[in-house]
């Protein structure tokens, strides 16, 4: 594998359900990001990670919660959405968080998420 | 607080015919500006990093330019393959996060 990968790629749930999302890259960076992409809209920064640590959760629902064991895998866990959550979520990934070069963020396919 | 503008929200050309698409920005101390194509039901894919006002890169039909306030994709003799969304981020100073545009949508006609 290289790069970024997501899984599941696709994901149906109802407002009840408990999923996670994972997310791995394979690049040897320090940072991993959540995003969340809506039609019509910018890419929403939900959550940021640096080695391991949370250092940026922009107003995110409680009903999100990340989790990062280690800095090459980065999990969502989904619990209790609403209609409004359905989209596309996006994970990233870069060398660091400081100098802009360090910045550069590669992303995985996403997982398109529908909530009934 | 950063913003970015990205315009047309849509362009459509014919294959062949160049253009530019365009990202403004308002950003307090820039740290670098960023290029993404994103394909259909796929993640952004990064093109460019652009750091001072002047800079320019280049890659096959693709050349970005950067001002103090804004910077151009300029796609020379597009083929229907560059049809895609084309994503604008800055990042400022003080170790905040990337602010994205809206995209611009290009459609290449053959």
């Known amino acids: 594998e290289t790069g970024v990968t997501q899984t599941p790629r696709h994901l149906v749930m109802g407002m009840t359900n408990k999923k996670s999302l994972k997310c791995e890259q394979h690049l040897g960076h320090n940072a991993m990001y959540w995003y969340k992409q809506s039609a019509k809209k910018p890419l929403e920064l939900m959550f940021v990670y640096n080695f391991k640590e949370q250092t940026e959760n922009n107003s995110v629902p409680s009903r999100f919660s990340p989790e990062c064991p280690n800095s090459s895998h980065l999990f969502l866990h989904l619990h209790t959405l609403q209609p409004e959550d359905s989209a596309l979520y996006l994970c990233?990934?870069?060398?660091?968080?400081?100098?802009?070069?360090?910045?550069?963020?590669?992303f995985g396919p996403g997982t398109r998420l529908t909530v009934t | 607080e950063d913003q970015v503008t990205q315009s047309p929200e849509a362009l459509r050309l014919q294959e062949g015919e160049s253009s530019s698409l365009n990202c403004s920005y308002t950003v307090s101390g820039l740290r670098g500006l960023f290029w993404y194509r994103q394909d259909p039901g796929k993640g952004p894919e990064f093109l460019f990093t652009?750091?001072?006002a002047g800079e320019e890169k280049e890659k096959e039909r693709l050349k970005a330019t950067l001002t103090k306030k804004e910077s151009f994709l300029h796609i020379t003799a597009p083929k229907p393959e560059d049809s895609a969304t084309y994503l604008c981020?800055?990042?400022?100073?003080?170790?905040?996060?990337?602010?994205f545009g809206k995209g611009t949508r290009l459609s290449v006609i053959a």
């Open positions: 990233a990934s870069s060398r660091g968080t400081g100098a802009a070069s360090s910045y550069e963020q590669y």
């Open positions: 981020a800055v990042q400022g100073s003080g170790n905040t996060p990337l602010v």
């Open positions: 652009l750091y001072s």
